[in-house]
């Protein structure tokens, strides 16, 4: 049997950031005996032993550490197979909306035994989600183009939120009307055609994975807007380049994307 | 009918093919476009969404498109005379590669650099570009007798398999996104956004294209054999340096501006011979302007069969390029 953690808690080992970020969030964070090579949040993660990732789980440490439970993404099928025949219980993290984010954290509360601490946080967000909801239900909605990828400094290679996804609900519920919420997708590889046809009224040019702190980096994403001086948010000013992990990971911390960007939407 | 006749009219005959294609592409796409408000004057530009739907969105790509297709189908020409193999391609001795290697690094590792307009992806491919050409060269010319089109051809296979392998260690390293990401510029993209691009790319394929203007008489010799080319006056050494140079920097500057779309750089040769035959003098010139026209249909309906989406070109023409090129197999044996 793995050794049980203070309490008579199991340990975990997860390789899913937005899963790491909900142990946390619901007090499991000293369980935690390792992460996934892309885990940097909180930043108590920093210290703990990285354990590979989607493609390139580390079997043979994660083996070692005999975690009471194992968060994989529902993909790693044939590491769940293994890990299960050595009685490791296994969490398979999948994510589609925004509702899917307190289910998770309270199936992964209850699994760690932080069920009652999991319920609560779960209801925070939930709690802070409706609040902003609801201010942001007087407001007209502004027609928006959500974007998560281009290449730097220049418009080509778009890659913008499609109708599905958590993305998609965080800026409706914001305020906002995604322009290609029509396209059933995640993503969508849009061209410079369908935005200008498109016509948001706000741009949001989401940045992540590096660092895009400097607020010349951001002046000068949003200064590759003005090739497109047609689309309403370019001519209006309502091009906002917002970075950060937050925004891409399905985990608690959605509540302050989800306040950012009904701040940007509000401007 | 002489010579000069013939090539009249074939270059009246493609480009103005080319040209057609030039004028119509831009006029269709997948929302509907008013030309009366394009060239409305009354209209500032900065507010006339319709005439930056023509502007900014489908012309720079035509151009773009009509670059790229010309550049990679003559580089086709000139590399399958100069390797005598029917079967090369402008990607086969490794540029195209060593362009992706440039491009994965640059969209995995960005350092947001940007030169005059244009973002670190297409700087950073042609560099690539560039240095494959380089090695290959080296490699060739090592033994120092001349320039081997065998080692040439082995050189540029091994360096593929090398770059390729490189190329997925580094997405391998990446996540999810970026390997997305680099696995898209794969499939070639011409939506430019701006001339900016076009107007970085287009110094390098007019000095190739200078180039392609002196080779065919040489080309056509050369096709015979080297030693029969050098036996009717042929440079020969000199000649496969032009060629290869001049189609590697051709591929270098597409490849940046396009990314790799494939089958351009093979089909249109063979079927601009299939219908003009095999004189270069006449293949050269009818097979630029074909490849032009060639990718400029092939972006139009890419752009169009799934919008908003984008439809990547170069799936488009390897759609095409695949079963057309199974048939000339058939067809030759």
Redesign the interface.
């Known amino acids: 049997m793995p050794p049980p953690a203070a309490g008579g808690r199991p340990t975990v080992v997860s390789l899913v950031p937005a899963v790491t970020e909900m142990l946390f969030a619901v007090g499991a964070g000293p369980q935690v005996v390792g992460v996934g090579s892309?885990d940097s949040w909180p930043p108590e993660v920093r210290h703990l032993p990285k354990l590979g990732?989607?493609?390139?789980p580390d079997v043979e440490r994660i083996l070692r550490l005999r975690p009471g439970v194992l968060v994989l993404h529902v993909s790693q099928q044939e590491l769940r197979t293994q890990m299960e025949r050595v009685g490791i219980r296994v969490f398979a993290h999948a994510t589609g909306g925004l509702d899917d984010v307190p289910r998770n954290m309270r199936k992964i509360g209850s699994l760690v035994g932080r069920a009652a601490e999991a319920e609560e946080a779960a209801a925070a967000f939930e709690r802070s989600l409706d609040e902003i909801r609801a201010r942001a239900a007087g407001r007209a909605r502004r027609r928006t183009l959500i974007v998560?990828?281009h290449?730097?400094?220049?418009?080509?290679?778009i890659?913008a939120s499609g109708g599905i996804g958590f993305l998609h609900d965080v800026v409706t519920l914001a305020g906002g009307e995604n322009v290609?919420a029509s396209?059933k997708?995640e993503?969508?590889?849009?061209?410079?055609?369908?935005i200008?046809?498109?016509?948001p009224e706000v741009i949001l040019d989401l940045r992540y994975?590096?660092e895009w702190e400097s607020e010349a980096?951001a002046a000068?994403e949003r200064a590759a807007w003005n090739?497109?001086?047609?689309?309403p948010a370019v001519?209006t000013g309502r091009v906002h380049v917002l970075s950060g992990d937050r925004f891409?990971i399905p985990g608690p911390r959605l509540v302050e994307a989800a306040r950012d960007i009904a701040a940007a939407l509000e401007d | 009918m002489p010579m000069r006749r013939r090539m009249a009219f074939t270059v009246l005959t493609f480009g103005g093919l080319a040209a057609a294609a030039c004028l119509i592409a831009p006029l269709i796409?997948?929302?509907p476009l008013s030309l009366r408000r394009v060239f409305d004057g009354s209209v500032p530009?900065?507010?006339?969404?319709d005439?930056?739907?023509f502007f900014?969105?489908?012309l720079p790509?035509t151009l773009a498109a009509a670059l790229v297709g010309a550049s990679l189908a003559a580089a086709g020409v000139v590399f399958q005379a100069l390797l005598r193999n029917p079967l090369a391609t402008p990607f086969t001795l490794g540029v195209s590669a060593g362009a992706a290697l440039g491009a994965m690094l640059a969209?995995i590792f960005?350092?947001?650099?940007?030169f005059a307009?244009?973002?670190?992806?297409p700087i950073a491919s042609f560099a690539g570009a560039l240095g494959a050409v380089a090695i290959v060269y080296a490699l060739a010319t090592v033994r120092r007798q001349g320039l081997s089109t065998t080692v040439l051809l082995l050189a540029g296979i091994t360096l593929n398999a090398f770059f390729s392998s490189v190329i997925l260690f580094i997405q391998?390293l990446a996540?999810?996104?970026?390997t997305?990401?680099t696995v898209?510029?794969l499939m070639g993209?011409l939506?430019?956004?701006?001339y900016?691009?076009i107007l970085a790319a287009l110094p390098f394929m007019l000095v190739a294209f200078a180039a392609f203007s002196v080779l065919p008489r040489a080309l056509n010799l050369l096709t015979l054999g080297a030693d029969a080319a050098a036996a009717r006056g042929v440079d020969v050494l000199r000649t496969q340096r032009l060629s290869f140079f001049s189609a590697s920097l051709a591929t270098g500057a597409a490849v940046s501006l396009g990314g790799p779309v494939g089958f351009i750089g093979i089909i249109v040769p063979h079927l601009v011979r299939l219908l003009v035959g095999s004189d270069h003098r006449i293949v050269l010139p009818a097979a630029t302007l074909f490849g032009a026209a060639f990718l400029i249909a092939c972006d139009t309906a890419s752009?169009m069969v799934m919008?908003?989406?984008?439809l990547?070109v170069g799936i488009l023409t390897a759609l095409i390029g695949g079963p057309f090129f199974l048939w000339l197999l058939l067809r030759r044996s």
């Open positions: 892309f990732a989607l493609l390139d998560f990828g290449e730097p400094g220049a418009l080509r290679a890659d290609f396209v997708r993503s969508v590889r849009v061209s410079t055609e369908a200008l046809a498109a016509a994975g590096q980096e000068r090739a497109l001086p047609a689309v001519r891409v | 796409g997948s929302t530009f900065a507010e006339n969404p005439a930056q739907i900014v969105a489908r790509r969209i960005p350092v947001g650099l940007a307009g244009v973002s670190s992806v391998y996540d999810f996104t970026q997305f990401r898209r510029w993209d939506d430019v956004g701006s900016t691009p752009r919008a908003p989406m984008e990547p």
